[in-house]
């Protein structure tokens, strides 16, 4: 498990979090964060043109209070998604009622959903639990992780991170869930980031698109990208510390809780057994170190035999080649761990029991230097192990 560290909790925000009967398991999967009143929002969605209600709710929410909110409410245990107009109907009554219950606007209650496709949202079950959900919420960590926990379906963990700013006080703090179906662009997850400087909508856009381009895109678990996805970075102003004047450690605390996340949602994956440190060198450019990145982590034959810990450099090398870069193969070098194992698309001599011991690691280092320019990335993968298909093939039934 990765140590979040100490949690700091912003001011301005409440949470809370309780059991509405979505879910078959019982657990939690209502969750809410109050905000103060004119907390400003950027949010970045899935690319998956097969949106779920929440996500176009909660775009055209946004749109319309100019970038406010101060309610958001998630359930898990039900995506809300293929379900329809009468999906988007149950979403902005959820919506509405919650606003009533705090007599604030509907397009300042943004709406999330996650778990299992093509079921109507049991919108009743929701409603029925706005007022006690609305009261018990409390400006403290145990309240935060009731929230982490609560917005969770197959992951096993909560996941937290927290950074300091030390600037004039306050903090980034941003709470995930994501396990499978993970893909650039964005990943199967719910992402709420929460500071308490001062920010306006367009400052904070710019931010969290540098923060997500640099953690959330940069990792890849089954190379399918969800209908759900949302970041979500909210400015309560409680500190009085306007962004623009702490805006390089501001930018680098929301960049280092992206990036914990991020790897906490790769560590999680569904029947992962090694997250891969897959790291492209000397590409044209950062656009080709990511393309080839994505088809290395993307093949099956590659990642089941990182499951067994095979040091078969020759998928990585053949999806290397697929890739659809115009590589030159006498260039092109691969390493595992610190072993080169093919220089110029031709083996070397390595040490195989190192190389499987290597792969072995919960965490390993798998690099390919391409000869190409000096542009590179670390991208953050994992394995194909027979758990995550035992997980997906059960997911709902």
Known sequence: MIDPGPVFLPKGFRFSALKAGIKASGKSDLALILAEP????????????????????????????????QAV?????????????????????????????????????FPSSTGIIGVPLPVEKITSQLKLLTS???????????????????????????????????????????????????????????????ATPAELNTSLRRACDDSFNLISIDGDTSTNDTV?????????????SVRKEFDRALLEVCRSLAKQIVADGEGVQHVIRLRIEQAKNRAEALQIARAISHSLLVKTAWAGADPNWGRILAAVGRSGIPVHPNKISIYIGDQMVCRGAVAC??????????????????KVRMGRGKASLEFLTTDLSAEYVRVNAEYST
């Not at 359930?75 to 919506?95: E, M, P």
């Not at 909560?158 to 941003?174: H, M, R």
């Not at 390595?350 to 290597?358: G, L, R, S, T, Y």
Request: with cysteine.
């Open 73 to 109: 409410i998630v359930n898990s245990g039900n995506a809300n998604c293929a379900t329809g107009q009468k999906g988007i109907r149950d979403c902005r009554r959820v919506c509405a009622e919650t606003a009533r219950g705090l007599n604030i606007h509907p397009a300042e209650v």
């Open 38 to 69: 004119r907390t400003t929002a950027a949010a970045l969605f899935t690319r998956n043109l097969i949106v779920a209600a929440p996500v176009e709710v909660g775009r055209a929410s946004l749109a319309k209070s100019s970038g406010r909110v």
């Open 232 to 244: 979500l970075l909210l400015a309560s102003g409680a500190n009085g510390i306007r962004l623009q």
């Open 136 to 198: 018990s919420a409390g400006a403290s960590t145990d309240h935060l992780w009731q929230f982490a926990e609560a917005i969770l379906t197959t992951d096993s963990k909560p996941k937290l991170a927290s950074v300091p700013l030390q600037s004039g006080g306050g903090a980034v703090t941003g709470i995930a869930k994501g396990s499978g179906m993970i893909h650039p662009q964005l990943a199967t997850m719910l992402v709420y980031l929460v500071t308490d400087v001062v």
């Open 349 to 366: 001599s390595f040490d195989k029991n190192a190389a499987h011991e290597e792969l072995s690691k919960p965490e390993c280092r798998i």
